[in-house]
């Protein structure tokens, strides 16, 4: 009688390959939900930007439209914002608004105001935006 040698693996063996499997793979887990966190930080950046950017243009049009002195203009405030940007604040500030801005891109022949509007999330500012109205 001749005997058949079996082949294939044990179940032990199977067992330890499937446990350094799941040992190994734990670092390449962290590897993959890095990029997800970095998707979210750059996510609420470009919001941050957009809304600034958003304050910067109506403030450019109500200059337009209105006059360089209108009253939204010279005013600094701070807009704790809603819907689904409940959880920014956009603050808009003028540098000294009792004298007329004259640094080296206020031309001389008109009065300048230098704006800055920023927004921020939980007190971390994520976005800045500084520009200079000119009343020519």
Do not use: H, W
């Not at 009688?1 to 350094?20: D, N, P, S, Y």
Request: net charge negative; charged share 15%.
């Amino acid at each position: 009688m001749t005997r058949v040698r079996q082949q294939g693996f044990t179940l032990i063996e199977l067992v330890a390959v499937i446990v350094i499997m799941a040992i190994a793979s734990v670092p390449l887990f962290g590897l993959f939900s890095q990029p997800a966190v970095s998707m979210v930080t750059n996510e609420k950046i470009q919001t941050a930007a957009q809304l600034a950017q958003e304050r910067a243009e109506y403030l450019l049009a109500l200059r337009r439209n209105q006059s360089y002195t209108a009253a939204d203009i010279s005013i600094g405030q701070t807009e704790t914002l809603t819907g689904s940007y409940s959880n920014f604040t956009r603050t808009t500030s003028i540098i000294d608004e009792t004298v007329p801005y004259a640094g080296s891109d206020c031309p001389a022949v008109g009065a300048c105001k230098q704006i800055t509007v920023s927004v921020a999330e939980g007190g971390n500012t994520l976005a800045e935006i500084a520009f200079v109205l000119v009343n020519y």
